[in-house]
Each structure stands twice: as structure tokens, then as C-alpha cells.
């Protein structure tokens, strides 16, 4: 496979492989732009089916952080890294100290942070051997405590304004009291996405692959549990994807009874037309990287100097943001996800 005719490599400033016999590190770190800044991006560790799968992953990863950072207002650039592995078993500190090193190469040009199969106890650890990780600072709660420097919790409050931002535009309704929602995926952000939804009143679906994340939506929700390949057919309003991307495509589509697709998960379009069919079927589509921008505001405040208040409003200036794409892709007759790229592409390119 040549990486260089990738459609998903257009554009990317450096893409690196990274491969440590001794620790069983096979890791690509892929830096998309950085016009704007560093670039900033999560490290995903997963059993990718095959190394192909994991280059088109951080191709199509980094390019979306590119987009995300731009049209949330930040000066950051677009990365992001995969550790091909299974996060249960193949992690160690060998792996974790190999890739501390291929950070430490880079020289600041990427900068990681926690996503799927890592933690912030892992972003801990490589601080104490790289500089260049972000989402490891704890910050003040509302109650004068702490939490740690897991952005998950501003992923998934940006995530909720959205939807009501989506709920506003679609269905003509500033509450979400009795608005039908089905959760693909209550992990961290998806479960505390389904809290604050099912406090606004919102009735809940949900699917996972874990047996006991789908137990504690059950009873602390009062969740309805349904199959995964199930979850797309709900008779609902929303459709909130939070677990992996590619869930919107040619399959499930058809399947879609939700107005909405509005959810935390990255990449949720399989492909660009697919936001093209959403618009034909009068689906609403709230782009993946303007929702769930929450998390990548939240690490440029740790870098920055925190701000809680500051924080809170500028994650929740994602509704404004996607109430104004919702406007001009309804004026323009043009899918949202084109519009938001527009916008973007408008920072970033200068």
C-alpha cells in the first residue's frame, strides 16, 4: 500500500512511523497542519485489524483535530497518534517509554494527550519522560474540589449543548424534556453525556460493548438497552454516536429513523457523501469535530493558564457555532459538514 496515494494523506505536513522491537511498539504519529500551532491530538491505543486500518485512522483523526482546533478559536494545529495493541494486555511502561522517546524525536511539533485505550495516569507517566503531552494538569470543580486532567468531561458537556443546539434547529424546541435519544457507546463521555441529558429529562437508548457499562446506564438512567447493530433502527429524535467513527455510511443510513445525528465520536461519516445522503433524507448532522470540540478546549486552557469560567463559556459557544452552520447550510442548501469544513478552512488556510 503507498501511503502517499491515500486520499486521507492529502495535505499532511509528516507522517511517522514509529517501531520498537524490545517494548512491541508499533505506533504512526501523523501531524496534518500546523499553521495555526502545534499540533494537538489524543494517542489512541487499539487492536486495529490490520496496519492499514490504523494509517487511515490517524490520517483521517489528525485532519479532523486540524479542523476542530481551527473552528473552536484556537491557536493549535491538527495531530494526532495510534498504538496498534490491544490497551488490556499489550501496554506496559517499555511501550509507554518507547513511545516517550518518539514524542521526545518530534521535538514539540505533536503533542498527545488521552483518547480511546489511554489514560491520564498514562499521560502522566510520559511527562515524567516528554514534555509534549497536554490532559495531565487536575483542575478546580464547581463543588472546590479537583478533578483530574481527563478533558472527557468537557468533551462530553460540549457534546450536550450541541444536541440542543441540533434540537433548536431541527425540531424547534429549546428543552430536551421528553427529546428521544440512542447513545452508541456510554464509556466517559458517552455516559456522562446520557447524566445530563437524562437530567434535562430526555428519554435514553443505549448500546455498548461492555456488559457493564450498559448495567450502570440501566440503573443510574433508567436506560433502555438494546443490541449494537440495533441501535441505529430506535425510533427516536437523536442518534448520538460516542464510541468509534465510520457509524453513518451506506448500511446504516437507511436504518436512521433519528432527525438527528449528533453525538462525540470523531470521523462519523464513513465518507463525505454520506453527509450529502443525510441532508437528501432530512437528517440533521451536527459535525463530529464543532460537537465535540469540548475536549481539545479544555487541554488548550491546561496550556494556557486554566480558567474555569472562561472554560465553561467557550465550550458552550458550540451551540452558537453550530446554530450558525445550521443556518448557513440551510441557506445555502449545502451539507453541514461542508459548511463547517469552509469555515475552518478559512482560519487555518491563511
Known amino acids: 500500500m503507498s501511503v502517499f496515494s491515500l486520499r486521507d494523506f492529502a495535505d499532511h505536513e509528516q507522517v511517522v512511523f514509529v517501531s520498537d522491537d524490545a517494548s512491541g511498539l508499533k505506533a504512526i ?7 495555526l500551532g502545534p499540533a494537538l491530538g489524543g494517542c489512541r491505543m487499539w487492536p486495529y485489524a490490520s496496519e492499514e486500518e490504523a494509517i487511515h485512522d490517524v490520517l483521517r483523526l489528525s485532519r479532523g483535530m486540524t479542523y476542530k482546533s481551527a473552528l473552536a478559536g484556537l491557536k493549535l494545529g491538527g495531530g494526532k497518534s495510534v498504538i496498534i495493541g490491544n490497551p488490556r494486555t499489550d501496554k506496559s511502561p517499555a511501550l509507554l517509554d518507547a513511545f516517550a522517546r518518539a514524542l521526545n524525536n518530534l521535538n514539540g511539533r505533536y503533542i498527545a494527550a488521552e483518547d480511546s485505550g489511554t489514560s491520564v495516569a498514562d499521560m502522566k507517566y510520559l511527562a515524567e519522560r516528554t514534555a509534549h503531552v497536554a490532559g495531565i494538569v487536575d483542575k478546580p470543580t464547581d463543588g472546590g474540589g479537583t478533578r483530574s ?23 424547534g424546541r429549546d428543552s ?25 429529562g430526555a428519554k435514553l437508548w443505549v448500546t455498548d460493548i ?18 449494537p447493530d440495533a441501535i441505529y433502527a430506535q425510533d427516536v429524535d437523536v442518534f448520538a454516536p460516542c464510541a468509534l467513527g465510520a457509524v453513518i455510511n451506506d448500511q446504516t ?7 438527528i445525528v449528533a453525538g462525540a465520536s470523531n470521523n462519523q461519516l464513513a ?10 433524507r432530512g437528517i440533521l448532522y451536527a459535525p463530529d469535530y464543532v460537537i465535540n470540540a469540548g475536549g481539545i478546549i479544555d487541554v488548550y486552557y491546561e496550556r494556557t493558564g486554566f ?16 446554530l450558525e452552520i445550521f443556518e448557513r447550510a440551510s441557506t445555502e442548501q449545502r451539507p453541514t459538514g461542508e459548511v463547517a469544513d469552509a469555515l475552518a478552512e478559512a482560519r487555518f488556510k491563511r
Do not use: C, W
Not at 29 to 35: E, G
Open 253 to 259: 443510513i437507511p436504518q436512521l429513523k433519528a432527525r
Open 149 to 171: 486532567g481527563d478533558p472527557s468531561p468537557a468533551t462530553a458537556l460540549g457534546t450536550f449543548v450541541g444536541i440542543k443546539a441540533a434540537v433548536k434547529a431541527q425540531l
Open 271 to 280: 465518507e463525505a457523501r454520506h453527509g450529502s445522503e443525510l441532508m437528501r
Open 210 to 227: 461492555h456488559q457493564d457499562n450498559l448495567s450502570r446506564a440501566e440503573a443510574e438512567l433508567g436506560a433502555v438497552v438494546v443490541a
Open 29 to 35: 504519529i501523523a501531524v496534518h497542519n500546523s499553521n
Open 176 to 200: 430536551l424534556d421528553g427529546v428521544r435519544v440512542a447513545v452508541q457507546g456510554v464509556g466517559n463521555v458517552g455516559f456522562d453525556l446520557a447524566q445530563q441529558l437524562h437530567a434535562a
Open 307 to 322: 480558567d474555569r469560567a472562561a472554560l465553561l463559556a467557550h465550550v458552550e459557544g458550540i451551540y452558537g457555532t453550530l
